[in-house]
């Protein structure tokens, strides 16, 4: 428990320079699912999405689906090409479709003080709708799980950073764009399923406005296949 206490700390200590500077600060609620699995010898599926909602002003939830297919590549490592689809309908603003093509790498780094530790490197290529340029960007996530009772819950904690390599006319700036922290709990409710609820803190970076800080429920449904 001690190092479980010390994480979480750490966690959000991670999020507390980002609260000094974020000017503008919202609520939001993520409802999610993700389901993956082999498909065929080494050959893997995924598939994950989720409707999010905001306290900004959105006339209908923020929309993601992501589809990709993945090969284990040694007992470790998956390595993973897809694409994503997200659709946006802010108020007072047109609606947003944005389609991303992603390359990913999933890395199991093994036990760190009792529980695991996994690493995933994501690449994203941006476009969106009637606007013009790609945005090339760098997701860049580490998830430690530990269990905590004799049912397998497991205590979880995630930090994922995002990183912009260009600017784009339809919004992305180059550098640092936003830093995802979460804590909570993976709960087991079958067999090969289970689910994440929690809370994450969402620092943002915006160029033409104040930096703004986002306070989300998450609940994920994970499928195992």
Excluded at 51 to 74: C, E, K, N, Y
Excluded at 172 to 200: C, E, H, S, W
């Amino acid at each position: 428990m001690k190092t479980i206490a010390c994480l979480v700390s750490l966690t959000l200590l991670a999020a507390f320079p980002s609260a000094a500077s974020a000017q503008e600060q919202d609520g939001e609620a993520w409802a999610s699912f993700w389901a993956y699995g082999p498909v065929s010898g080494k050959v893997l599926g995924w598939v994950d999405g989720s409707l999010r909602m905001s306290d900004r002003g959105t006339d209908s939830p923020t929309v993601l689906i992501r589809p990709l297919v993945g090969v284990q590549a040694t007992k470790t490592l998956s390595l993973w090409g897809g694409y994503t689809f997200t659709a946006s309908n802010p108020t007072g603003r047109a609606a947003t479709h944005e389609h991303r093509a992603v390359q990913q790498a999933m890395w199991n780094l093994g036990k760190v003080a009792g529980g695991t530790l996994v690493s995933r490197t994501r690449l994203e290529q941006r476009w969106v709708e009637g606007r013009a340029g790609t945005g090339h960007r760098l997701r860049q996530m580490l998830r430690y799980t530990t269990p905590i009772d004799r049912q397998n819950t497991q205590f979880v904690l995630s930090s994922e950073s995002f990183v912009a390599f260009n600017s784009t006319p339809f919004g992305q700036a180059a550098g640092f764009d936003q830093v995802r922290n979460f804590v909570g709990l993976n709960v087991p409710l079958a067999p090969k399923l289970t689910a994440d609820i929690g809370y994450m803190n969402r620092y943002v970076r915006r160029r033409d406005a104040e930096d703004r800080m986002d306070h989300i429920v998450p609940v994920t449904l994970v499928a195992r296949f």
